[in-house]
């Protein structure tokens, strides 16, 4: 069964440090590449960042970069996204996602597999 949980969301200050994790607990992806997306208060679902099946390729979009990095453990199925500096921009849902037939990114459309998020708030 596939299934991808997230957690690690809360309420934070702005400049704070937060970590995110998602759990691919059917195993399903650990040869696949994985993503973290983010949906803010009526905005659109925009790409944060992205990591390969091995870990040695990753992506990130222009706003996050230098302040959230993207990696995993495929012992354990958890890929994990660790947000520093945090903004009040950065207020969202993160989905976690994964391709499920590449193990390396290949842009947003090919992420088809998503968990169902978990909120992050940053107060100013």
């Known amino acids: 069964q596939v299934q991808l949980e997230e957690s690690g969301g809360g309420l934070v200050q702005a400049g704070d440090s937060l970590r995110l994790s998602c759990v691919d607990s059917?195993?399903?992806?650990?040869?696949?590449?994985m993503g973290w997306f983010r949906q803010a208060p009526g905005k659109e679902r925009e790409f944060v960042a992205a990591i390969s099946w091995s870990g040695s390729t990753t992506d990130y979009a222009d706003s996050v970069k230098d302040r959230f990095t993207i990696s995993r453990d495929n012992a354990k199925s958890t890929t994990y996204l660790q947000l520093n500096s945090l903004k009040p921009e950065d207020t969202a849902v993160y989905y976690c996602?994964?391709?499920?037939?590449?193990?390396?990114?290949?842009?947003?459309?090919?992420?088809?597999?998503r968990g169902k998020g978990t909120l992050v708030t940053v107060s100013s």
């Open positions: 059917g195993r399903t992806f650990s040869r696949s590449a």
């Open positions: 996602a994964a391709d499920g037939a590449s193990a390396y990114y290949r842009g947003s459309s090919h992420m088809s597999y």
